[in-house]
């Protein structure tokens, strides 16, 4: 299931404070008084979007287990958009006839309006009727979220780390990274290292703590570089993107003959290291392309690359595959509390700290699980709010059926309504995609 659609389904729940801050607008209200339309229709449509927001928690959880469910939440997540759609036309016809010093917008149009919005509240009222609504379960309130922490489409990396970035847990893995970076080797033949693990497991995070180590210093580099490689992978483009690395500037050439020139000539007899970071790049053709120039750097020279998959690594022709595992429950517990305790000295509270403790177990060893999940209950201190993330069905969502770690679909559940559209529309953009500002 892809990305956007998983969050499609979800995305209907952000509307609806939308559609309650129109509702309650006085434009609305005087559109439907001053051309006496019946201002009953807007109490009505009041009330039947407060019963979808009663259940619109339990049915977006359900949604990925229950076909029944999902379909459910599809027919409300297109009713919803055209009371939205029919809100703002009313507030698009109220601005302009003040602007034009209208008293009446024509009375077919107002008979339009008062049509369709019937028409919507019919809807509505089918929707929650249905059986399947029956089992949801009953929530109040409109949804607000946990606070404003967004949990955003991945950003390309940099090697930079804060001045006190910790790493817990891999300290056997940054041993045996730093003695191949400084092992030498009988042969000319480029070294390359794979670390390999699945999304959220730490591998960029590894990488950028051995890249800034002091010990990567007695490897004796000529020239350092980072790369984010990402999903999009061609060879001019990494090959553009490695020289303006090892150059600190932008080559701006297309031509693949005059990029690799460069690159041959900057690396030539230049013991160097090279950090691919997140290659998806399953095409050979595409990685022998790519190689070439780097294999005219100096004895020792060595590559360091982060995937997701073997197969990958096997494809890059990687010297060692180091696969990356979860952090035992000690570590684990670590993260957690750094993120979720404000204090980390303070005297946990001994339920929360039960919860917690489950909630830990949920993440399996995952840092990015663990982090995320933290920051999410930072500001909470309440028994029950901890307890709803823990009982979340969310859970049990298997990671290859969202193509989402479930811990982090549970934080985008939880964020404030008009943070969700905002991450459903940077959702619509490829990985790593650059915005252009303008001035």
Known sequence: MPVLETLGGALFGAVLQVLFDK??????????????????LLK?????????NS??????????SNSLVKEWVDEVRDVLYDAEDLLEQIHYEFFKSESEAELHASASKVRNFESKMIEVLDDLESLLSQKVVHDFKISTGVRSGFGNKVSAKKVESSSLMAKDAVIYGRDKDKEMIFSWLTSDT???????????GMGGMGKTTLAQHVYNDPKTEEANFDEKAWVCVSDAFDAL????????????????????????????????ERKFLLVLDDVWNEDRNQWKALQTP????????????????????????????????????????????????????????????????????KCQGLPLALETIGCLLQSKSSVSEWEGV???????LPIEDSKIVPTLLLSYYHLP??????????ALFPKDHRFDKES
């Open 237 to 268: 483009r990494v090959s553009k993107a490695i020289i303006g690395a090892f150059t600190n500037s932008r080559d701006d050439s297309g031509d693949l003959e005059m990029v690799h020139g460069k690159l041959k000539k900057k690396l030539s």
């Open 23 to 40: 509702l309650d607008s006085h434009q609305v209200l005087d559109f439907f008084r001053g051309r006496n339309l019946d201002d009953k």
């Open 44 to 52: 009505k449509l009041k009330r039947k979007l407060m019963d979808v």
């Open 294 to 361: 780097l294999t005219f750097g100096a004895k020792g020279s060595k590559i360091l690359v982060t995937t997701r998959s073997h197969k990958v690594a096997s494809i890059m022709q990687s010297t060692y595959i180091h696969q990356l595992k979860q952090l035992d429950e000690d570590r684990s517990w670590q993260i957690f509390a750094k993120h979720a305790f404000q204090d980390e000295n303070t005297k946990l509270n001994s339920e929360l700290k039960e919860i917690g403790i489950k909630i830990v177990e």
């Open 390 to 396: 823990l009982t979340s069905e969310i859970w049990d």
């Open 55 to 64: 259940v619109i928690d339990d049915a977006e959880q359900k949604q990925f």
């Open 186 to 196: 009988n042969d000319n033949k480029l070294s390359i290292l794979s670390i390999v």
């Open 417 to 426: 309504s008009q943070l969700k559209r905002c991450f459903a529309y940077c």
